[in-house]
């Protein structure tokens, strides 16, 4: 019970430093050159478990990943006021070492018009403080916006996974706030 009663303080606590952290950091910055196409802020957010919760030895796991974006922004589409993406996947040999990796990342986001923007980039992921910070950079390759560059910062409490590092802990999910930008060049 004390155990419980002590995450539910530690994952109050780091949302409250992850919503600080995005105050603090802002939304991604823009290119002067550009022009913004939408920008989505907090209570934007996604959500990603892990089965069986990720530990530091490398395991099969079903990722599932659930990105919620809204309220969204765009002036050159101003019926977009939010979208989602989703993945479930089962990924081999995954550890929480792995959380703090950098790599290539490709998802699709389904706008509240049904439209369609299929994002390739590259995640890289950092710990500030008491948030896993997690910057996607990259370019929309096909549909709405094709050709413009995306920013997304995603932050969540990292305890579980500092702990899971450590060996003294497993990551069964996290739940990230996030922004993000999509520019024209």
């Known amino acids: 019970m004390m155990i419980k009663s002590f995450r539910t303080v530690m994952a109050t606590l780091t949302t409250a430093v992850c919503a600080l952290a995005l105050t603090v ?18 209570p934007s957010s996604q959500s990603t478990t892990f089965t069986p919760p990720l530990t ?5 796991t079903v990722v599932s990943v659930t990105g919620q974006y809204g309220p969204c922004v765009s002036l050159s589409n101003p019926a977009i006021t939010s979208g989602s993406r989703t993945y479930i996947g089962q990924e081999p040999g995954r550890s929480c070492l792995d959380l703090l990796d950098s790599g290539p990342a490709t998802f699709t986001i389904t706008w509240n018009t049904g439209q369609t923007s299929t994002v390739s980039a590259n995640s890289t992921s950092t710990i500030v403080g ?3 910070v997690v910057t996607v950079t990259g370019t929309v390759t096909s549909g709405l916006f094709v050709g413009s560059s995306v920013v997304q910062i995603i932050t969540g409490p990292a305890a579980d996974v500092l702990l ?3 060996g003294l802990g497993t990551v069964a999910g996290i739940y990230a706030l996030a922004t993000l930008e999509i520019t024209s060049l």
Request: glycine share 10%; hydrophobic share 40%; with cysteine.
């Open 25 to 42: 950091l802002g939304p991604a910055g823009t290119a002067s050159a550009g022009v913004l196409d939408v920008t989505c802020t907090p």
């Open 56 to 60: 530091v030895t490398p395991q099969n």
């Open 130 to 132: 008491a948030a896993v």
């Open 164 to 166: 899971c590092t450590l």
